[in-house]
């Protein structure tokens, strides 16, 4: 019988667990393969061979649509490779196809908040798996709250509005009343292909295309489902907190 | 007699008198029944503030006499019953649209003999009122509309606990009469009777207040034959009121109480808070819910009593008298709440023509204004808010068990502990109950459409009653004052009301508990409340010069159109269904959707899925009734089968014991 409880040892013992991302770049135990975009490794020339392997359309001769991409890796075996950047969030749609230099100098769109985010999560129809690996960033793994960035119950007291899956008719309504529900400043994040452009559920019935065919959206975060540190390098890419080379 | 006596005479007689006046027309017999309860009211006042009033006097028919009279105790049991009535009566007028006077009439009766029983210096008329009003109230519950077996069962339930109760409370008047030798009200000696006397009264008057485990006779008749409003009114806020008061009587009577009757009341009183306030939760009926804060409600009486009794065992004269005014007050908080809530179930029905809040939904477009001035009084009032008269009620009662550290031995105290726990876990589950009933009457979006949304004569006496609320919880301090006299009765001394004075409080305005143990000042809230509006009034005014944008408030993204899509009253108290799915026995229940053959099997199946819960007691009651379903009829067919043999044989054998006993006693 101790005086101290057993856990108080443990975890002095164990250390630290908590994820050092963004200080320092995300390890692979990190990051599943999947939470890394698709690229063509022997260069853009290879591309053509796997155009007839992705099932959603994502690769042209050209280039790999990011916002279209489930990282079903069936591509793998046509010579890509999930390799590229986990800070893969962009700020507008053309970006996920032809990543652009990152940083043209425009400000963050919510540059102003610095170190606070409140974020409002909607669900507009999603699988529920970007819903879940949106929630993990609240647990101590991940710990938004030591960024600053807190989840809330009312859009009415957020700054960002986080949207996950692709808009159903029935949730078109409440997605424009949330919007319009935020104080300003104020910025939507589109998390995974679902509010992109579809996702696996592209031209279902009673769905609309796109997320941003309804809202302005400042943000894309590619996949299916992002994993917890694309969702957070999202949201910081909002203030300008993200770890992009060359600062704002 | 004096001029007080003949209007407390003319009082009862009236509300006698409401019966014959029915047969003209039924709203002759509610007009008469309204100023009966004017009169009651206006002497119920004058005997709390000059003293006893004496009426009407006979002698008994078992030579002792007998009269009509209010002193400090009647008086406060009159003056709640009367404010009650007064509202009851005159909505009456315009609720009771049923051709045939037999619903005006039993309400009549009702009335006149809860007045008589409170109102009676003798045991025997105690009896008599207290038969009458059973009688009177099950004829009441059986107009309800709809004539189903339904209605017949839980009428018959409420008449079989009513009698049982009847009963309890003969042994009771009995045990008394044997100890003290009369029928009139004179405390009686300590004494091995006095123990039965208890228990008897106990039960008896438990049983209509509806506490655990009796609480079946408070809810089933309620909820279950959906009684007539004004009938539902009238029977949990007075018929209660009227079990309540013969509890009152009976231990004023018995003077030197053993620790144990304290800690017994208590532990009932907790147990009902609590089951009470689980069941209100879980509930969807509009009457129901009330009916079980009922149950609720005459559970703090209970505790608060409780608490008083053990409190002068153990020589704690300051607790002792607050505790007393704490119950008291109680009474009188939940006697106009619950006739407020019970005439808004009435409005609803009429408004919306159902009983399930789930398809009410909400306010429906075009209704009562006033109407739901009232109902949201009440049920905010129900809730314990500030600075309404459930909230003074509440606080009372918790102030008291806060101080029941003081009592011994300690298993006492630790009961106080526990019985404290119950208290405020029910007062929780009770919010949720209330805010239920207000969001899903009056606050949310409609789903029924309106029968007749205007109901017209159905608001004012609610919005009155409303008012009442509202008046009482302020007025607290002085409302506790004028209450001393009732106190000083049932305590047998004269007794100091617990308000005061702290800080820039004028003195008399606050409520204290204890020397000092705590202290709210009701007038002051509403005060402090209406500065802090003010300062949002004006601010918003401000912010509104200064171009700020307007948007729609924030309803959790719901849209027109999507009614079906919202939230249910179901679904609101589900959590707690499934929290305390071992006290509620929540079980899922699934029925399918019209029927598959067995080409269709390929097909979905579609179901529908529901959460029930059970009343524990309810299923020990059932069982009960098997039990005796099951005895008679082994004594049907196995004793009594109709042979004329047998019974020629059973006379043989009787006259043979009697012949062979008497020859032996020779
Ligand atoms: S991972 Fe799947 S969806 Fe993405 S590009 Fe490759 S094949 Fe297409
Ligand atoms: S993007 Fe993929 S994981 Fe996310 S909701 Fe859509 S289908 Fe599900």
Redesign the pocket.
């Known amino acids: 019988m101790s005086v101290v409880p057993s856990w108080v040892g443990q975890s002095i013992a164990r250390g630290i667990l908590t994820t050092r991302y963004p200080r320092e770049p995300a390890t692979d135990a990190e990051v599943p393969a999947t939470g890394r975009p698709p690229v063509p490794v022997g260069g853009p020339a290879t591309l053509a061979a796997a155009v007839r392997s992705c099932p959603v359309g994502a690769i042209s001769e050209a280039a790999i649509d990011q916002g279209i991409c489930?990282?079903c890796a069936r591509c793998r075996t046509h010579g890509l490779e999930f390799a590229g950047s986990v800070e893969s969030a962009t700020r507008s749609r053309g970006d996920l196809v032809e990543p652009s230099a990152r940083r043209d100098g425009t400000p963050p769109p919510l540059a102003s908040l610095k170190r606070s985010l409140h974020v409002f999560l909607i669900?507009v129809?999603?699988?529920?798996?970007?819903?879940l690996?949106v929630l993990a960033l609240a647990n101590p793994f991940y710990d938004s709250q030591r960024l600053g960035i807190f989840f809330t119950n009312s859009p009415r007291h957020a700054d960002v509005l986080l949207v996950?899956?692709?808009p159903t008719d029935a949730m078109v309504e409440p997605l424009r009343r949330a919007y319009e529900a935020l104080p300003e400043p104020k910025a939507v994040v589109a998390?995974?292909?679902?509010?992109?452009g579809g996702?696996?559920?592209a031209g279902g019935p009673g769905l609309k295309g796109s997320l941003a065919e309804l809202v302005p959206v400042d943000v894309f975060v590619p996949?299916?489902?992002?994993t917890p540190v694309n969702v957070l390098d999202g949201l910081l890419t909002l203030t300008g907190r993200d770890r992009r080379p060359g600062g704002t | 007699m004096d001029a007080a006596g003949i209007v407390l005479s003319a009082a009862v007689a009236g509300l006698f008198a409401g019966a014959p006046m029915s047969l003209l027309h039924r709203r002759a017999g509610y007009a008469t029944a309204t100023v009966a309860s004017g009169l009651l009211f206006a002497v119920a006042i004058v005997a709390l503030v000059a003293g006893p009033v004496q009426g009407l006097g006979w002698s008994g028919p078992l030579g002792d006499p007998e009269s009509l009279r209010l002193d400090g105790l009647s008086a406060f049991f009159a003056l709640a019953a009367s404010t009650v009535w007064i509202a009851t009566s005159f909505y009456s007028l315009a609720y009771d649209d049923r051709p045939s006077p037999l619903l005006a009439i039993c309400y009549s009766l009702t009335l006149g003999s809860i007045a008589l029983l409170v109102s009676s210096s003798s045991l025997v008329l105690f009896l008599v009122g207290w038969e009458t009003m059973t009688l009177a109230s099950y004829g009441m519950i059986l107009q309800a509309h709809g004539r189903s077996g339904r209605v017949f069962s839980a009428s018959f339930v409420f008449l079989a606990f009513g009698e049982a109760s009847t009963l309890l409370v003969f042994v009771a008047v009995a045990g008394l009469r044997v100890m003290t030798g009369t029928f009139a009200e004179v405390p009686a000696a300590a004494g091995s009777l006095a123990t039965v006397v208890f228990v008897a009264g106990l039960i008896g008057f438990g049983l209509k207040m509806g506490v655990a485990p009796f609480h079946m006779s408070e809810w089933l008749p309620i909820a279950h034959s959906s009684a007539p409003s004004n009938a539902s009114a009238v029977l949990s806020s007075t018929l209660t009121l009227a079990g309540a008061y013969g509890l009152f009587r009976l231990l004023s009577l018995l003077p030197s109480p053993p620790l144990w009757w304290g800690a017994v009341m208590l532990g009932i009183g907790a147990v009902s808070v609590l089951l009470g306030a689980l069941f209100a939760t879980v509930s969807e009926h509009t009457k129901g819910l009330p009916a079980y804060s009922t149950i609720e409600n005459n559970g703090l009486i209970l505790v608060a009593l409780g608490i008083a009794l053990i409190a002068r065992t153990d020589g704690l004269p300051g607790l002792y008298v607050f505790a007393l005014f704490a119950a008291f007050y109680q009474a009188l908080a939940h006697a106009v709440a619950k006739t407020a809530l019970f005439l808004s179930a009435g409005y609803l029905e009429h408004a919306a023509g159902t009983f399930d809040l789930n398809s009410l939904g909400g306010r429906t477009r075009g209704s009562d204004r006033t109407a739901y001035l009232g109902t949201l009084a009440a049920t905010l009032s129900l809730a314990a808010t500030p600075p309404l008269a459930g909230f003074v009620s509440e606080w009372m009662v918790l102030e008291a068990l806060f101080q029941s550290y003081r009592f011994h031995p300690e298993w006492v105290q630790f009961e106080g502990l526990l019985s404290g726990a119950a208290v405020a876990l029910a007062a929780g589950l009770i919010l949720v109950a209330m805010v239920k009933f207000m969001g899903f009457s009056l606050l949310w979006r409609p789903r029924a459409t309106a029968a007749d949304p205007r109901a017209p004569g159905l608001g004012a006496p609610i919005a009155a009653a409303g008012a009442a609320i509202v008046g009482v919880g302020v007025a607290a301090p002085w409302i506790l004052k004028f209450l001393t006299p009732t106190v000083a009765a049932f305590a047998g001394a004269p007794v100091v009301a617990p308000v005061g004075g702290l800080l820039s409080v004028p003195d008399g305005w606050s409520i204290v508990s204890g020397s000092p143990f705590g202290i709210i000042s009701p007038p002051v809230i509403p005060i402090a409340l209406a500065a802090g509006a003010l300062v949002a009034v004006g601010y918003y005014a401000l912010g509104r010069r200064r171009g700020a944008r307007r948007v729609a408030p924030w309803m959790a993204g719901s849209v027109p159109g999507l009614e079906r899509e919202t939230y249910t009253s179901f679904g609101y108290s589900t959590g707690i269904r499934i929290m305390m799915g071992s006290l509620l026995q929540t079980r899922e229940v699934r029925a399918q959707v019209g029927s598959v053959t067995r080409a269709e099997l390929a097909t979905p199946v579609s179901y529908n899925v529901d959460l029930e819960v059970l009343d524990v007691f309810k299923v020990f009651y059932d069982g009960l009734i098997r039990f005796g379903e099951g005895v008679a009829s082994v004594l049907k067919t196995g004793v009594m089968p109709g042979r004329l043999g047998r019974y020629l044989a059973y006379i043989l054998i009787v006259t043979l014991v009697v012949v062979i006993y008497v020859a032996s006693a020779a």
């Open positions: 489930i990282r669900d129809g999603s699988c529920n798996a970007c819903n690996e996950v899956g692709v998390v995974g292909a679902c509010p992109i996702g696996v559920f996949g299916c489902p992002p």
